[in-house]
């Protein structure tokens, strides 16, 4: 347990303490008490910088388009894997699905540029059938479906272990009398299925919403420059070339501030929601 206790206080209740960056004018030669205090001069330069909300907005068009496309699709795959009778078919499936999972941003950006990229398989194919070439990879206008396609690709599959987890949990008894009060599939996915693990459901998606300004720092650090700024600039990536890129510490520490507080207060929002749906939430 004391191994646990001092992870958490070093390194996530005692990095409140880098906070007060955003309250500064840090100099890193002075340290960080030392630096002059400059008050919420930061957070007004911030709301008034065009290139933050800019990054914003992308942030929130990605996490949209996440959760829409995202958020569904382990779900699903948990609930089409959960009907499979045959139990070595559905290891097979699962080691498929989870395989993506543990490859690192870097390969896997890789293999989307070797497929969808300019010189890639598809515009081989296209070429040999005389067809004009797509440039998916390189063109602004795809680059947020493109980022939601990746991750589906790398973590719907992981995401379905928590959905099977709490599949396994159904009462198979509750199956058996729907079946004989003559419900068909459908009636028991749901009647019975959905809402078993509804709990479940609302739990990761609170969970989701307090994490929803994260959309995936290294998969959009690597291919920003693709694109450019306009189309791939997030406030993960803007706080990378603000702060460490520009030297501007004090002014990411506030971007960075900005985004902890809104997922915290989406986090209370949606725990709030639950409740009054007659939900658990994750906390009371």
Do not use: C
């Amino acid at each position: 347990m004391l191994p646990g206790l001092a992870y958490f206080l070093l390194f996530h209740y005692g990095a409140f303490i880098g906070n007060a960056v955003a309250f500064k004018e840090y100099v890193p030669f002075d340290g960080l008490w030392a630096s002059p205090w400059v008050g919420v001069e930061n957070f007004n330069r911030m709301f008034g910088d065009p290139d933050f909300w800019h990054a914003t907005w992308n942030t929130l068009a990605i996490a949209l388009l996440q959760l829409i496309f995202f958020f569904p699709v382990p779900l699903a795959i948990a609930l089409l894997l959960h009907g499979l009778t045959s139990d070595l078919l559905r290891r097979f499936v699962q080691s498929v699905v989870y395989l993506p999972h543990f490859l690192s941003w870097v390969i896997v950006v890789a293999l989307f540029q070797q497929v969808l990229g300019s010189t890639g398989l598809l515009n081989s194919v296209l070429g040999d059938a005389g067809l004009h070439a797509v440039d998916i990879i390189g063109n602004p206008d795809a680059y947020k479906p493109l980022v939601v396609a990746q991750v589906v690709w790398k973590d719907a599959g992981w995401g379905t272990i928590i959905f099977l987890a709490a599949l396994m949990q159904v009462d198979e008894q509750s199956y058996e009398a729907a079946a004989i009060d003559g419900a068909g599939p459908w009636r028991r996915f749901w009647h019975v299925t959905l809402p078993s693990i509804r709990p479940v459901i609302v739990l990761l998606l609170i969970m989701r919403l307090g994490d929803v300004l994260s959309v995936g720092f290294e998969q959009m650090l690597l291919q920003r420059s693709t694109v450019g700024p306009g189309a791939g600039e997030i406030l993960d990536t803007f706080v990378f070339w603000q702060g460490l890129v520009g030297g501007d510490t004090g002014y990411a520490a506030a971007a960075g501030l900005f985004k902890g507080v809104v997922g915290a207060a989406l986090v209370f929002a949606a725990n709030k929601v639950a409740h009054r749906l007659g939900e658990q939430g994750i906390y009371k």
